[in-house]
């Protein structure tokens, strides 16, 4: 394969020349410039990326930081995200951070060693003082940590009070949240959702939390010991669908029957609350989607550094599915 | 940042040399390297991951490519691939690739652009051809396409023999198998499996065979199908799990009871056939096992290119959930 100094000197220029004429950059004289052409052209020379990235400092990389990429909200994510990467000739590169700083530092430096041009962040603990570590755009998805961040979410808050008002319209008057981390911002903007509609004037339904840390054993875990204590619940709304399930799971432990007994409602829409049965109630998230406008805000980003900062939000959708049924005291 | 040239004035020396004293490679007189090693140290020269590749032809990366990282099977398998990766300080590229032999192709160029170090694939369409185009180690996971290639898999013969001999202990005399994709090794291997038991000369029973793809949609489906028009079905064998819950919805759909009315086992052990109602019945494969042992074999196989070739599969074992039941007249 020929090199950059094959071309060099097949072309009687040194090495720095070709290297403004591949890279467009710096003055060369059109003879020069004919000359170094005709030469990658005899030559059939192609610049390999890793030569391109030492020159440009750019690698025609982009990474994606997720949690755990076994959690089933990111697999569609991610395949969304490296849809669009591919699409753009970039490579993609996955990072599991277990939401664990030391691990994203970590990750952070490597990719900073092999010049990634963009980063996409799905975390709850990466501070804004370790992005200072990194000189490239970064995108900050599904949740928000910092502010400076451009970031794709959904309005988990308006989301958040159409689920636990839908629950109240089938006649719920007791109804339980099972929480995310609370360090994480939609986790946190789920449960101000439901709290504010609980304790609406309207209403002022007590309030039940507990939290499942986005888990499925953990949520089936609190949700037992909700159901145990409080077996006056007839509302569950859990704020993704993993412990959605794990709370139907509590209830049909318990000889609780969902929907009859009991109303449960979700947030994510993943293929798993589909196939649960009873079938989970949810409010859908465009996680496809999400994904692919993630992908390409950063990729605008890293073409453009001087573009401003946007937060964009998408809408969820509630999905009537078998987990919720309008009470029957409310029929009579 | 001080770079390889900086490092070269400061020493008084040539790029070329400073490159053959960070590459322990060629003759370099012992008092230059002493002042190479004292330029590096007084400009805190520190050669990054891309100009490494760029002498070395080495990258530090290591792909895998899985058909689609949404197939719940993958992210398992990805994880366990990623945490090697990670633990011996490789940066991990995720590809899907359709089981589209143009799409892998494309990658392949991409990678060896990138010099990558080593593939790990998960795939029924590559030719041992197109693994030419590729100057790098492959090791081939779950799927066997090429007889050249370092394989990691399952027993997927002796477990489907054993499933297919579980559903004829607990008195299924009508055995259907609903197979993933023929051209795919496991699904192939799986197949067989089936057939020998059924026609085995102890039992000689018929056999129902339909084709699901390893697609839940397309396993509903052709079950359907299958249970309409053999009202005589008491088991099914699925090659995968989420066939098996693909069937699972057929038969209910159908008012058909599992377990009482037919036995569902399949093949895989992922959350999924765990979280589903009745829970799946499985032969179930050590996902992540197979991953992180496909990453082992692969980094061996970069630090020592002449490593000869390996085959290992590991055994399934059977757990036994909701979805099987002693049939009532055996117990009669």
Known sequence: MATIKDVAKVAGVSVATVSRVLNSN??????????????????????NDVARALFKGRSKMIALFVPDIMNPFFPELARAVE???NKNDYTFVLCNTDDNLEKVLTYMDALQQKSVDGIIIVSSTITAESLKR???PVIALDRIFSSELSTVTVDNYQGARKATEYLIGLGCQRIAHISGPINASNAKNRLQGYLDIVSDEDWFLPSYVASGSFNLQKAKDVATELLMNHPELDGIFAAND??????????????????NDLSVIAFDGITMGEMATPSLTTMEQPIYDMGARAAEMLIEQINDQKLSRKNEAFSVQLVERQSTKRKRDMNE
């Open 26 to 47: 710096g003055y060369v004289n059109v003879d020069t410039k004919k000359r170094v052409d005709q030469a990658i052209e005899q030559l059939n020379y192609r610049p």
């Open 83 to 85: 849809d669009i990467t």
């Open 134 to 136: 990194i000189n490239v």
């Open 242 to 259: 993993v412990m959605g399930i794990g709370a139907m799971k509590a209830a049909e432990s318990l000889g609780i029957h969902v929907p």
